[in-house]
Antibody, heavy 117, light 111 residues
Framework: EVQLVESGGGLVQPGGSLRLSCTVSGFTFSSHWMRWVRQAPGKGPEWVANIKEDGTDSYYLGAVRGRFTISRDNAKNSLYLHMNNLRAEDTAVYYC??????????WGQGTMVTVSS | QSVLTQPPSVSGAPGQRVTISCTGGWSSLGAGFDVHWYQQLPGAAPKLLIYDNDNRPSGVPDRFSGSKSGTSASLAITGLQAEDEADYYCQSLDRSLGAYVFGSGTTVTVL
Protein backbone atom coordinates (compact mmCIF):
# COMPACT_ATOMS: atom_id res chain seq x y z
CA GLU A 1 0.00 0.00 0.00
CA VAL A 2 1.27 3.44 -0.92
CA GLN A 3 1.54 5.69 2.12
CA LEU A 4 2.99 9.04 3.07
CA VAL A 5 2.90 9.76 6.80
CA GLU A 6 3.86 13.15 8.19
CA SER A 7 4.86 13.82 11.79
CA GLY A 8 6.53 16.48 13.90
CA GLY A 9 3.89 19.19 13.96
CA GLY A 10 2.84 21.01 17.09
CA LEU A 11 2.61 24.32 18.90
CA VAL A 12 5.69 26.55 18.74
CA GLN A 13 6.35 30.14 19.77
CA PRO A 14 7.15 32.83 17.19
CA GLY A 15 10.84 32.67 16.37
CA GLY A 16 11.00 29.00 17.26
CA SER A 17 12.00 25.97 15.22
CA LEU A 18 10.43 22.69 14.22
CA ARG A 19 11.38 19.70 12.07
CA LEU A 20 8.71 17.88 10.10
CA SER A 21 9.19 14.34 8.82
CA CYS A 22 7.44 12.35 6.12
CA THR A 23 7.97 8.61 5.90
CA VAL A 24 6.87 6.90 2.72
CA SER A 25 6.17 3.32 1.72
CA GLY A 26 4.79 1.44 -1.25
CA PHE A 27 6.84 3.13 -3.99
CA THR A 28 10.47 3.79 -4.91
CA PHE A 29 11.08 6.98 -2.94
CA SER A 30 14.45 7.69 -4.53
CA SER A 31 12.88 7.91 -8.01
CA HIS A 32 10.65 10.90 -7.31
CA TRP A 33 10.85 14.61 -6.68
CA MET A 34 9.14 15.34 -3.39
CA ARG A 35 7.34 18.47 -2.19
CA TRP A 36 5.98 20.12 0.91
CA VAL A 37 2.66 21.93 0.59
CA ARG A 38 0.86 23.79 3.37
CA GLN A 39 -2.71 24.88 3.91
CA ALA A 40 -3.62 27.59 6.39
CA PRO A 41 -7.00 27.24 8.16
CA GLY A 42 -9.81 28.06 5.74
CA LYS A 43 -7.40 28.76 2.87
CA GLY A 44 -6.26 26.93 -0.24
CA PRO A 45 -3.06 24.91 -0.57
CA GLU A 46 0.27 26.73 -0.92
CA TRP A 47 3.42 25.08 -2.29
CA VAL A 48 6.39 25.41 0.08
CA ALA A 49 9.39 23.51 -1.28
CA ASN A 50 10.65 20.87 -3.76
CA ILE A 51 13.60 18.52 -3.63
CA LYS A 52 15.13 16.50 -6.44
CA GLU A 53 15.27 12.70 -6.40
CA ASP A 54 18.86 12.57 -5.17
CA GLY A 55 18.61 15.62 -2.93
CA THR A 56 21.07 17.70 -4.97
CA ASP A 57 18.60 20.42 -5.95
CA SER A 58 15.80 22.21 -4.12
CA TYR A 59 13.45 25.15 -4.60
CA TYR A 60 11.48 27.27 -2.14
CA LEU A 61 8.51 29.60 -1.88
CA GLY A 62 9.85 33.12 -1.52
CA ALA A 63 8.19 33.64 1.86
CA VAL A 64 10.11 30.71 3.42
CA ARG A 65 13.44 30.92 1.58
CA GLY A 66 16.27 31.29 4.08
CA ARG A 67 14.12 30.03 6.98
CA PHE A 68 13.03 26.57 5.80
CA THR A 69 15.23 23.74 4.50
CA ILE A 70 13.94 20.67 2.70
CA SER A 71 16.03 17.50 2.82
CA ARG A 72 15.67 13.77 2.31
CA ASP A 73 17.23 10.46 3.33
CA ASN A 74 16.60 7.95 0.57
CA ALA A 75 18.00 5.11 2.69
CA LYS A 76 15.25 5.79 5.24
CA ASN A 77 12.51 6.64 2.69
CA SER A 78 12.10 9.92 4.52
CA LEU A 79 11.55 13.56 3.66
CA TYR A 80 12.16 16.43 6.06
CA LEU A 81 11.33 20.10 6.46
CA HIS A 82 13.45 22.06 8.89
CA MET A 83 11.65 25.27 9.84
CA ASN A 84 13.42 28.11 11.65
CA ASN A 85 12.35 31.58 12.78
CA LEU A 86 8.70 30.59 12.57
CA ARG A 87 6.05 33.25 12.20
CA ALA A 88 2.31 33.33 12.90
CA GLU A 89 1.66 33.22 9.14
CA ASP A 90 3.40 29.83 8.95
CA THR A 91 0.48 28.30 10.88
CA ALA A 92 -0.98 25.60 8.63
CA VAL A 93 -1.41 21.92 7.96
CA TYR A 94 1.78 20.76 6.25
CA TYR A 95 1.51 17.97 3.67
CA CYS A 96 4.25 16.02 1.94
CA UNK A 97 3.45 15.14 -1.64
CA UNK A 98 5.02 13.11 -4.41
CA UNK A 99 5.87 14.93 -7.61
CA UNK A 100 4.56 13.78 -10.96
CA UNK A 101 5.93 16.20 -13.53
CA UNK A 102 4.72 19.53 -12.17
CA UNK A 103 1.72 17.93 -10.43
CA UNK A 104 1.48 16.25 -7.01
CA UNK A 105 0.00 12.81 -7.34
CA UNK A 106 0.17 11.41 -3.80
CA TRP A 107 -0.36 13.27 -0.54
CA GLY A 108 0.02 12.45 3.11
CA GLN A 109 -2.65 13.16 5.71
CA GLY A 110 -0.83 16.26 6.95
CA THR A 111 0.58 17.51 10.25
CA MET A 112 -0.59 20.71 11.96
CA VAL A 113 1.88 23.46 12.82
CA THR A 114 0.65 26.27 15.05
CA VAL A 115 2.86 29.29 15.68
CA SER A 116 1.57 31.25 18.64
CA SER A 117 2.71 32.70 21.93
CA GLN B 1 -4.84 36.99 -3.80
CA SER B 2 -4.26 33.87 -5.92
CA VAL B 3 -2.41 33.92 -9.22
CA LEU B 4 -5.04 31.52 -10.58
CA THR B 5 -8.65 32.68 -10.32
CA GLN B 6 -11.59 30.33 -9.81
CA PRO B 7 -15.27 31.00 -9.05
CA PRO B 8 -15.92 30.65 -5.30
CA SER B 9 -18.77 28.21 -5.79
CA VAL B 10 -20.76 26.23 -8.32
CA SER B 11 -23.79 24.04 -7.78
CA GLY B 12 -25.91 21.56 -9.66
CA ALA B 13 -28.54 18.90 -9.23
CA PRO B 14 -27.62 15.22 -9.22
CA GLY B 15 -26.92 14.02 -12.73
CA GLN B 16 -26.20 17.48 -14.10
CA ARG B 17 -22.97 18.79 -15.61
CA VAL B 18 -20.99 21.55 -13.93
CA THR B 19 -17.80 23.29 -14.99
CA ILE B 20 -15.16 25.11 -12.97
CA SER B 21 -12.97 27.70 -14.65
CA CYS B 22 -9.38 28.56 -13.80
CA THR B 23 -7.94 31.77 -15.22
CA GLY B 24 -4.26 32.60 -15.12
CA GLY B 25 -1.90 35.07 -16.73
CA TRP B 26 0.87 35.13 -19.29
CA SER B 27 3.45 33.93 -16.76
CA SER B 28 1.48 30.80 -15.84
CA LEU B 29 -1.13 29.17 -18.06
CA GLY B 30 -0.39 31.60 -20.88
CA ALA B 31 3.29 30.62 -20.82
CA GLY B 32 2.31 27.10 -21.80
CA PHE B 33 2.53 25.51 -18.39
CA ASP B 34 0.13 22.65 -17.78
CA VAL B 35 -2.76 22.83 -15.33
CA HIS B 36 -3.60 20.19 -12.75
CA TRP B 37 -6.77 19.76 -10.69
CA TYR B 38 -7.29 18.52 -7.15
CA GLN B 39 -10.35 17.49 -5.17
CA GLN B 40 -10.40 18.08 -1.43
CA LEU B 41 -13.15 16.42 0.58
CA PRO B 42 -13.95 17.93 4.00
CA GLY B 43 -11.22 17.13 6.51
CA ALA B 44 -9.07 15.28 3.96
CA ALA B 45 -5.90 15.97 2.01
CA PRO B 46 -6.13 17.13 -1.60
CA LYS B 47 -6.32 14.35 -4.18
CA LEU B 48 -5.02 14.64 -7.75
CA LEU B 49 -7.97 14.54 -10.13
CA ILE B 50 -6.53 15.70 -13.48
CA TYR B 51 -2.88 16.16 -14.47
CA ASP B 52 -1.27 17.78 -17.50
CA ASN B 53 -4.51 19.52 -18.53
CA ASP B 54 -6.62 16.52 -19.48
CA ASN B 55 -5.25 13.29 -18.03
CA ARG B 56 -6.92 11.26 -15.31
CA PRO B 57 -4.86 9.21 -12.81
CA SER B 58 -5.85 5.60 -12.42
CA GLY B 59 -9.02 5.27 -10.37
CA VAL B 60 -10.51 8.68 -11.16
CA PRO B 61 -13.94 8.28 -12.80
CA ASP B 62 -14.29 9.45 -16.39
CA ARG B 63 -17.05 11.80 -15.19
CA PHE B 64 -14.18 14.19 -14.52
CA SER B 65 -12.49 15.85 -17.49
CA GLY B 66 -10.16 18.77 -18.02
CA SER B 67 -9.21 21.16 -20.79
CA LYS B 68 -6.92 24.15 -21.31
CA SER B 69 -6.77 26.92 -23.85
CA GLY B 70 -4.53 29.96 -23.67
CA THR B 71 -4.66 31.54 -20.23
CA SER B 72 -7.70 29.52 -19.07
CA ALA B 73 -8.56 25.99 -18.09
CA SER B 74 -11.70 24.13 -17.10
CA LEU B 75 -12.71 21.13 -15.07
CA ALA B 76 -16.01 19.48 -16.00
CA ILE B 77 -17.98 17.08 -13.85
CA THR B 78 -20.72 15.21 -15.67
CA GLY B 79 -23.38 13.08 -13.99
CA LEU B 80 -22.92 15.02 -10.74
CA GLN B 81 -23.14 12.85 -7.61
CA ALA B 82 -23.54 13.69 -3.92
CA GLU B 83 -20.02 12.40 -3.26
CA ASP B 84 -18.63 15.11 -5.56
CA GLU B 85 -19.36 17.78 -2.94
CA ALA B 86 -15.89 19.10 -2.19
CA ASP B 87 -13.44 21.92 -2.80
CA TYR B 88 -11.62 21.88 -6.13
CA TYR B 89 -8.30 23.60 -6.85
CA CYS B 90 -6.37 24.17 -10.05
CA GLN B 91 -2.56 24.32 -9.95
CA SER B 92 0.20 25.32 -12.31
CA LEU B 93 3.66 26.83 -12.43
CA ASP B 94 4.26 30.58 -12.51
CA ARG B 95 7.43 31.63 -14.30
CA SER B 96 7.58 35.11 -12.76
CA LEU B 97 7.21 33.83 -9.21
CA GLY B 98 9.33 30.73 -9.80
CA ALA B 99 6.75 28.82 -7.82
CA TYR B 100 3.97 26.33 -8.08
CA VAL B 101 0.69 28.17 -7.61
CA PHE B 102 -2.81 27.05 -6.69
CA GLY B 103 -6.13 28.55 -7.60
CA SER B 104 -8.41 30.29 -5.15
CA GLY B 105 -10.59 27.19 -4.91
CA THR B 106 -14.19 26.36 -5.86
CA THR B 107 -16.76 24.70 -3.61
CA VAL B 108 -19.08 22.35 -5.47
CA THR B 109 -22.52 21.87 -3.93
CA VAL B 110 -24.91 19.16 -5.03
CA LEU B 111 -28.45 20.46 -4.67
Amino acid sequence: EVQLVESGGGLVQPGGSLRLSCTVSGFTFSSHWMRWVRQAPGKGPEWVANIKEDGTDSYYLGAVRGRFTISRDNAKNSLYLHMNNLRAEDTAVYYCARGRGHAMDLWGQGTMVTVSS
Amino acid sequence: QSVLTQPPSVSGAPGQRVTISCTGGWSSLGAGFDVHWYQQLPGAAPKLLIYDNDNRPSGVPDRFSGSKSGTSASLAITGLQAEDEADYYCQSLDRSLGAYVFGSGTTVTVL
